[in-house]
Every structure is written in C-alpha cells, then in structure tokens.
C-alpha cells in the first residue's frame, strides 16, 4: 500500500502536468477601436473578434493570457518568442517571412480615406498618413509615395486627416467602420484598394504540431465571424 502511494505521489501530478496544456502569451494591437485587455489579461470588446475567441480557446483546449502592445512592439516580441500568438493580424509577405502565419480566419480590405474627392493615386508627391508597423504602411511605402506621415494609432491618423496635415490616409475596413461612427456627420469618404487575409501569427519556434492545432482550431472557429 506504502508503495502505491509513493507512485501515485511521484507519477500522479506529472501525469496530470503532461495533460494540462500550458497557458499561451498572446498579444494584440493595442490600438484597434472597441478591442482591448482587461485586468483579468482577457480580451475584451465589441469586435465579433471576441467571440471567434472563446471558441478558439475550446476547441484549441488551451487559455491565452494576453497583453496588448503597439503593432510594431507586437512584432518585435514575438519575433524574440517572448510571445507565443498574436491576433488579429493582417496578412503580409513581410510577416509571413520573420514569423509563422495561421490559415486565413477571414478577409479585410484596406481603405484609402480622405475628406473630399478621391485624389489621385497616381500623383505620389501626395501626402499620405499610415499607423507604424501596419500592413498599410507596407503597402503604401512599396507604392512609391514620396510623403508619408507615420502615426502610433489610427484615431490619430484620423485628426491628422481632419487638421489637414495629410491627403489622404490608408486603414483596414474593420478600423474605418468602427472608427466612423463617433463622428456624427462623418466627414469621410473612403475607396477600397486591396484584400487581404487576417488571422495569427506565431513566434519562430513554435512546434510543428501547435502549428496543425492553432490552425484546426482556427478552421474550426471561423463560421463565428459570418
């Protein structure tokens, strides 16, 4: 009996360890409207993004505790492994080079958006404003623009447009949207100019197996996002 008990002390917690999948360091962008990380380290917020979330965390069987941090931070830290995922993320060449890139958990579009006619895209001596270390930037500067104003966060990308420093600025739909509706009149116009896929990315190290288990319960959670 002495000798069962001894096992079961030695062998039991070790067992119980090697079932209960660790806790994920995840990290999202601090700046995305109605999206944020409560004391609790949850997300929390009216993007449907929450809810895509609580049905990652089940069929993924794994809890993230997550921090929020400016993108380009959010992409240093995960590139040193100091966090294991990131989300929502757009989808770039760039990323996908340094990191590990989930399957697609849905498409956006990217906006140009301006107070008045559509300028001309063609004219690159225009003055352009984009959020640091966003897909937009990386688009925007691959394009030749001879002015580009960079800012830490989208609502100050949003003054910048109305004060007039800038012509013309480029956003994700989901940001636009959201971003619009706390200007009564709504001063914006916006014309679509790319698509592109968002999901998660990675850290560099990630095991080939949390690889295929991210992506099965990405796959798995995206008919909350219709």
């Known amino acids: 009996m002495k000798r069962s008990i001894l096992i079961t002390l030695l062998f039991g917690p070790l067992s119980l360890a090697s079932v209960a999948a660790a806790d994920l360091k995840g990290g999202i962008p601090e700046t995305l409207p109605n999206l944020n990380v409560n004391e609790q380290h949850q997300v929390v917020g009216s993007l449907i993004d929450v809810q895509f979330l609580q049905c990652f965390y089940q069929v993924l069987k794994q809890s993230v505790s997550w921090e929020s941090y400016p993108t380009a931070r959010l992409i240093q830290r995960i590139k040193n492994n100091k966090l294991d995922i990131i989300f929502p993320m757009g989808f770039t060449p760039e990323r996908q080079a340094q990191l590990i890139q989930s399957v697609a ?45 960079f ?47 968002y999901g998660f990315y990675m850290k560099p190290s990630t095991d080939p197996a949390q690889v295929a288990r991210i992506n099965q319960a990405a796959t798995a959670c995206r008919s909350k996002l219709e």
């Open 105 to 149: 958990v849905q498409g956006t579009s990217d906006y140009w958006v301006y107070t008045h006619d559509q300028p001309n895209l063609g004219d690159k001596s225009l003055t352009v404003g984009v959020k640091l270390g966003s897909p937009q930037a990386s688009y925007v500067q691959s394009q030749d623009y001879e002015d580009i104003v």
């Open 151 to 197: 800012h830490n966060d989208y609502a100050g990308l949003l003054s910048m447009l109305l004060a007039g420093r800038v012509k013309m600025i480029a956003l994700p739909d989901i940001v636009y949207h959201a971003s619009v509706s706390r200007y009564p009149d709504n001063p914006f116009n916006f014309s679509p100019y790319i698509k592109r896929g």
